[in-house]
Nanobody, 124 residues
């Protein structure tokens, strides 16, 4: 599986962005997908995850209520709609895929495939 993230850019605080992650491979619809982010000088952190059929999504507390993750299995794409952005959301955002669902969806170690990252910069 190859993942291609896009949609990052520069946005003012309280603005919105939508990230996309396009995946190759016929088994995309069976994968648990997630978004992680890494800010300068900080460790990579979990942002959101979604199960294979889109029935359930999980969010980090700091983005809950502001970010929404979704997927379109017909297009092999997942999305991250980010609203009410804050300067502390500035980071490189990575999408990731796991072939098997794990209850530990918030751990980067469970994901086998990673995209190249897309930079989101939120100005104050």
């Amino acid at each position: 599986v190859q993942l291609q993230a896009s949609g990052g850019g520069l946005v003012q605080a309280r603005g919105s962005l939508r990230l996309s992650c396009a995946a190759s491979g016929r088994t995309f619809s069976t994968y648990t997908m997630s978004w992680f982010r890494q800010a300068p000088g900080k460790e990579r952190e979990f942002v959101a995850a979604i199960l294979w059929n889109g029935s359930t999504a999980y969010y980090a507390d700091r983005v809950k209520g502001r970010f929404t993750m979704s997927r379109d299995n017909a297009k092999n794409t997942v999305y991250l709609q980010m609203n009410s952005l804050k300067p502390e959301d500035t980071a490189v955002y990575y999408c990731a895929a796991a072939a098997y669902y794990s209850g530990s969806y918030y751990l980067s170690e469970v994901y086998e495939y990673w995209g190249q990252g897309t930079l989101v910069t939120v100005s104050s």
